[in-house]
C-alpha cells in the first residue's frame, strides 16, 4: 500500500498507547518502525492525507505521468544500519557524475566536469584552469573531509558524544580547525585559487543555509559538514522511485510492525505531567478528541512543539531557497560541445556559483533585494532513475529536471510573493540560458491544460504546504553533531521528561536522514526520561 494513501481507521477517543508520534514525516515513521518492532504499542498523528511529510513524489502537472521529488530529492545521510534494521524495501543509486559547472574562459564556453574516473577530472581541472594545480588542491581538500565522514558519520546514531570526544574521534588537527573552528572561507581561499572552483567547494556550505563564506557563527561550517559526512562517504545518492519511496517503505514498515498510522488527524495540544501525556488531536471532519501516551515523540519543528506544549517558541528560523521542479521534452543542447547533455544534468549542474557571484548574490539578499544573477543547482532525476517516468514519457525521451536556488531568503518574499517569486524565476532560468545553445523555453513539456511544465516553490510556499518554519528545510540553523548545553544524551531531549523532538530541528538533524528517529526510539527504549538524567 502507499503510504501517500495509508488511511487507516481512528484511535479510539480516550484510548492510551506506549508512544504517540505526532506527525507522520520520515523520522516520525522511522521512530514508529522502532518502537513497533520493539513490542511497543504506537499511534501516528498526521495532520495531512498522506504520510511523507516533504520526501514525497507527487504528479504536479495536469495528466502528465511524471512522480517528481516534489520538496527534498536526494539521499546522502539516511545510514544504512536504519535501512537495514527496518529491513527497508527501498533502493539508491550513485550518480555516475558528481557535478558539471558551465563557464565562459576567454570568450568561449567551458566548464568543469567532476565525476566520470579519476584521469578524465584531472583533464577537466586542466581544461579549465591551464593546470594540475586545483584538481591536487582539490584532492587533498577531499580527503581531508572523507577522513572526517568516515570518524563522524557513524556518531550520529550513537549516544551524543562531547565535543572533546568527537574531536578525539576525528583525530586530525588540521581537519578539526579547517571544519569545526575557522570560517570555511579561510580554508577555500587558502586552498584554491580559481573563483570558479571556489564556488562550487562552498555550495556545499549554503545548501538551505543563509550565510557568507566568512560568517563568525559558523552556521555554514555546520551546513557544510553535513553535506560531506553522509554514509561516510559524502555521496548524495538518487532514490529509485522518487523520495516516495523510501517514507513509503517506511510507512509499511511501521504499519507491518504494528503501527497505527492515523492520517487527517492534527495534534492540537500536549499535555505532560512527566509521568505521562495526553495529546488532543482534531480529526478531518472537525471532532476534537484525546489520546493517552507514555511517551510522545514530536516530528515536527521546535516551533511547533512550542505551540502545542505552551512554552515559550525558539527564535523564528529563515529558510532561504528557490525549488523549482520541471518537466522537459528533451535536455537543451549545451554551449560547451565538449560534454554530453546526458552527463553534464546527471550530476548536480551548478549555475552562476562562482565563489564571487556567491559572494554578490548574500549581499544583496541581506540588503533586502532578490540576487541579480541568482546561484542555483539543478539535477536531473530521471537519467540515474527513469521509472519517475510513464513508460509513454521515457520512451519519448522526457526528462525532469530539479533547481534548488540559493540565497532567496524567506524575507524577500513578504512584500509582493508572487511577483518576487515570478522575476527570480525569470532570472535564475536566464542565467542557465546563457550556458545553453538553446532557450529551456523550447524544451519545457506541457500539461493537460496546455501550461508549461515548471513549478516554483519559495520559502513562504514550504511553510505553508508542509509547515516548515520561515521555510526552512531544516527547521532551524543546524547544530554541530555534538553535546550542548541542554541536549540531553541523545540530542532529543526537551524539557518535558515524556515529550522528545524527533523531527529535523533536534540535534544531529537536518537532511532526509531518519537520525532524530532513530535516537528518539532508542532514548524511549533505553528509558532514559530527560535531559538531567
Not at 482534531?282 to 512554552?311: I, K
Request: aromatic letters at 6%; charged letters at 25%.
Amino acid at each position: 500500500m502507499s503510504a501517500h494513501a495509508a488511511h487507516t481507521a481512528p484511535p479510539a477517543p480516550g484510548g492510551a498507547y506506549d508512544a504517540v508520534i505526532v506527525g507522520g514525516g520520515h523520522n516520525g515513521l522511522v521512530a514508529a518502525a522502532y518502537l513497533a518492532r520493539a513490542g511497543r504499542s504506537v499511534l501516528v498523528l498526521e495532520r495531512l492525507d498522506h504520510t511523507g511529510g516533504a520526501a514525497v513524489s507527487t504528479r504536479p502537472f495536469t495528466g502528465v505521468d511524471a512522480r517528481l521529488s516534489r520538496y527534498s530529492y536526494l539521499v546522502s545521510l539516511l545510514p544504512r544500519k536504519i535501512v537495514r534494521e527496518l529491513g527497508l524495501d527501498f533502493r539508491l543509486r550513485t550518480r555516475t557524475i558528481s557535478s558539471y559547472t558551465p563557464a565562459e574562459r576567454s570568450g568561449r564556453p567551458t566548464g568543469l566536469l567532476v565525476g566520470g574516473g579519476e584521469e578524465r577530472t584531472r583533464r577537466s581541472f586542466a581544461r579549465l584552469t591551464g593546470s594540475d594545480r586545483e584538481y591536487e588542491a582539490w584532492r587533498r581538500f577531499y580527503a581531508l573531509t572523507g577522513r572526517v565522514a568516515e570518524r563522524v558519520f557513524p556518531t550520529l546514531t550513537e549516544p551524543l558524544p562531547t565535543r572533546g570526544e568527537l574531536r578525539r574521534r576525528v583525530d586530525d588537527e588540521e581537519a578539526w580547525r579547517v571544519l569545526f573552528e575557522e570560517p570555511i572561507g579561510v580554508a577555500v581561499e587558502d586552498r584554491f585559487a580559481d573563483d570558479l572552483v571556489r564556488g562550487v567547494v562552498l555550495t556545499d556550505a549554503l545548501i538551505g543555509t543563509f550565510a557568507d563564506a566568512h560568517d563568525p557563527s559558523l552556521a555554514q561550517n555546520r551546513c557544510f559538514l553535513y553535506h560531506v559526512i553522509g554514509g561516510g562517504t559524502g555521496a548524495w545518492d538518487v532514490p529509485v522511485g522518487g523520495m516516495g519511496a523510501l517514507t513509503d517503505a517506511l510507512a509499511d514498515a511501521a504499519r507491518t510492525a504494528g503501527a497505527h498510522l492515523a492520517t487527517g488527524h492534527e495534534a492540537l495540544r500536549i499535555a505532560s505531567d512527566g509521568r505521562g501525556a495526553e495529546v488532543a488531536y482534531r480529526t478531518r471532519d472537525g471532532r476534537e478528541s484525546t489520546v493517552g501516551a507514555r511517551h510522545v515523540l514530536v516530528n515536527a519543528s521546535p516551533q511547533a512543539l512550542a505551540a502545542l506544549t505552551g512554552d515559550t517558541p525558539p527564535q523564528p528560523a529563515e529558510g532561504a531557497q528557490l525549488k523549482v521542479n520541471m518537466l522537459l521534452k528533451r535536455l537543451p543542447r549545451l554551449r560547451d560541445t565538449s560534454v554530453d547533455p546526458r552527463e553534464a544534468f546527471a550530476g548536480t549542474f551548478h549555475i552562476a556559483e562562482g565563489y564571487g557571484q556567491l559572494a554578490a548574490a548574500h549581499a544583496e539578499a541581506s540588503a533586502g533585494r532578490p540576487p541579480a544573477v541568482p546561484p542555483s543547482e539543478i539535477y536531473c532525476h530521471s537519467l540515474t532513475d527513469p521509472s519517475i517516468l510513464g513508460p509513454d514519457l521515457a520512451g519519448r525521451g522526457y526528462q525532469t529536471l530539479t533547481l534548488f536556488g540559493l540565497h532567496t531568503p524567506a524575507r524577500l518574499f513578504a512584500a509582493d510573493h508572487d511577483a518576487v517569486r515570478d522575476e527570480l524565476l525569470k532570472a535564475t532560468l536566464a542565467q542557465l540560458d546563457a550556458h545553453l545553445a538553446e532557450p529551456l523555453a523550447d524544451c519545457l513539456a506541457t500539461d493537460a491544460e496546455g501550461r508549461p511544465c515548471i513549478e516554483a516553490k519559495t520559502p513562504l510556499d514550504l511553510e505553508r504546504d508542509l509547515g516548515l518554519p520561515g521555510g526552512n528545510i531544516f527547521h532551524r540553523a543546524l547544530s554541530w553533531p555534538y553535546a550542548q548545553e541542554g541536549a540531553g544524551r541523545w540530542g532529543v531531549e526537551t524539557g518535558h521528561p515524556d515529550v522528545l523532538l524527533c523531527g529535523a530541528g533536534a540535534v544531529r538533524g537536518g537532511g532526509v536522514s531518519g537520525v532524530p528517529g532513530h535516537n528518539a526510539a532508542m532514548a524511549v527504549l533505553e528509558g532514559r526520561r530527560g535531559p538531567g538524567d
